[in-house]
């Protein structure tokens, strides 16, 4: 009987922790699917981790680990994919508005073909209760990300199933800045969509806000492509082209005697020659940064507590993932 990993990044989520693992053992426990719960407290500064506690302790299917302080939902995941024993790995959010019927589903998509499907992505039906701003926002963004890398991202979400396959060929990715939608894809594998209505938030509030959520989205981009870099190479080109013709025609008025007194032209052109440098050396200097920040190889989280965890276990220690002492 394979065995299903459930991993839950949870940050603040102490009303939405038990409700979340009643309500996907619940669903599991009834169709005598073998499963673990990893719990991955990010830091939270409310009763999270007690909550987990209690539950570790009602039910050692129920595993929880707990950073050091809060390291972001890209690390949780990395944390949970890394202590997950499963045959397969579904990463979930801890506020149910990732309905456990759809995991359900996903599963037996993937134990139908297995061995053939690797991937099970479960993609968003409609973003109808999302406002339409963030909506435009989300739909650019994974344009972008599309159109850099190549990889189809629309209504990406991070809940998905991974066969053991996947798991591992994520996890040998070494860098420390990550972003999961787009490694999960980049592996290849064969895939498989399955369909869903994103809930409502049980309880609590969002962390992605708008600030957030740009940060987010620039980190991701720039940790997976270097495609911005190359707009730097662009401008530099459009400017020259600009330079080339206003210097034909300042020429061609000067031999006909008719030139301007050309004072505005050149501010005009110091202005929008020095923020196209500005820009671009701004947009150098962030992958300066990234490359600052992915060489220093500090692990990607700090471990400081594990509950339920055997010392047999794939990772059992104290401290980070295998993958984190490279
Ligand atoms: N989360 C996390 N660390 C963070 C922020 C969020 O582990 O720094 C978890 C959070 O507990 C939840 C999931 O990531 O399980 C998705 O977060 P949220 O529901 O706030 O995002 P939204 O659904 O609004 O995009
Ligand atoms: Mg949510």
């Given at each position: 009987m394979?065995?299903?990993s459930?991993?839950i990044?949870?940050?603040?989520e102490?009303d939405?922790?038990?409700?979340?693992?009643?309500?996907?053992?619940?669903?599991l426990?009834?169709h005598?699917?073998?499963?673990?719960l990893?719990?991955?407290?990010?830091?939270?500064t409310?009763r999270?981790?007690l909550r987990?506690?209690?539950?570790?302790?009602?039910d050692d299917?129920?595993r929880?680990?707990?950073f050091?302080?809060?390291?972001?939902?890209?690390a949780?995941?990395?944390?949970?994919l890394?202590?997950?024993r499963?045959?397969?790995?579904?990463?979930?959010?801890?506020?149910?508005q990732?309905?456990?019927?759809?995991?359900?589903?996903?599963?037996?998509?993937w134990?139908?073909?297995?061995?053939?499907i690797?991937?099970?992505?479960a993609?968003?039906?409609?973003?109808?209760?999302e406002?339409?701003?963030?909506?435009?926002?989300?739909r650019?963004?994974?344009?972008?990300?599309g159109?850099?890398?190549?990889?189809?991202m629309?209504?990406a979400s991070?809940?998905?199933?991974?066969?053991?396959?996947?798991?591992?060929?994520?996890l040998?990715m070494?860098?420390?800045?990550t972003?999961?939608?787009?490694?999960?894809?980049?592996?290849?594998f064969?895939?498989?969509?399955v369909?869903?209505d994103v809930g409502?938030?049980?309880?609590?509030?969002?962390?992605?806000?708008?600030?957030?959520?740009?940060k987010?989205?620039?980190?991701s981009?720039?940790?997976?492509s270097s495609?911005?870099?190359?707009?730097?190479t662009?401008?530099g080109?459009?400017?020259?082209l600009?330079?080339?013709i206003?210097g034909?025609?300042?020429?061609y008025n000067?031999?006909t005697?008719?030139s301007?007194?050309?004072?505005p032209t050149?501010?005009l052109?110091?202005l929008?020659?020095?923020?196209i440098?500005m820009?671009?050396?701004?947009?150098?200097?962030?992958?300066?940064s990234?490359?600052y920040?992915?060489?220093?190889?500090?692990?990607?989280?700090?471990i400081?507590?594990?509950?339920n965890?055997?010392?047999?276990?794939r990772?059992?220690?104290k401290?980070?993932?295998?993958?984190?002492?490279?």
């Amino acid at each position: 009987m394979p065995l299903l990993s459930v991993i839950i990044p949870a940050y603040n989520e102490q009303d939405n922790a038990p409700r979340c693992a009643s309500a996907v053992s619940r669903i599991l426990d009834s169709h005598n699917i073998d499963y673990e719960l990893i719990f991955v407290n990010d830091g939270s500064t409310d009763r999270t981790w007690l909550r987990l506690t209690q539950l570790a302790a009602s039910d050692d299917r129920i595993r929880a680990i707990n950073f050091s302080r809060n390291f972001g939902k890209e690390a949780a995941i990395f944390a949970g994919l890394g202590a997950a024993r499963g045959d397969a790995c579904v990463l979930m959010d801890c506020d149910l508005q990732h309905p456990p019927e759809t995991l359900l589903e996903m599963y037996n998509v993937w134990i139908k073909n297995r061995g053939e499907i690797d991937i099970v992505e479960a993609k968003k039906k409609d973003r109808g209760r999302e406002n339409p701003v963030y909506r435009l926002f989300a739909r650019l963004f994974y344009r972008m990300i599309g159109d850099m890398s190549g990889l189809e991202m629309r209504d990406a979400s991070d809940f998905k199933l991974l066969d053991r396959r996947a798991v591992d060929a994520v996890l040998e990715m070494p860098e420390r800045l990550t972003f999961f939608r787009a490694m999960s894809s980049w592996v290849g594998f064969r895939k498989a969509q399955v369909y869903f209505d994103v809930g409502k938030r049980t309880a609590g509030k969002s962390k992605f806000t708008a600030k957030v959520s740009i940060k987010y989205a620039i980190n991701s981009i720039t940790s997976f492509s270097s495609a911005p870099m190359q707009l730097v190479t662009v401008a530099g080109a459009v400017t020259f082209l600009i330079a080339v013709i206003l210097g034909a025609n300042t020429l061609y008025n000067k031999l006909t005697g008719n030139s301007e007194k050309g004072f505005p032209t050149v501010i005009l052109l110091q202005l929008i020659t020095s923020s196209i440098i500005m820009f671009s050396l701004g947009i150098i200097g962030y992958y300066l940064s990234k490359i600052y920040e992915e060489i220093k190889r500090r692990p990607r989280f700090i471990i400081s507590e594990k509950l339920n965890f055997r010392d047999d276990d794939r990772n059992g220690g104290k401290c980070g993932d295998k993958h984190n002492g490279r």
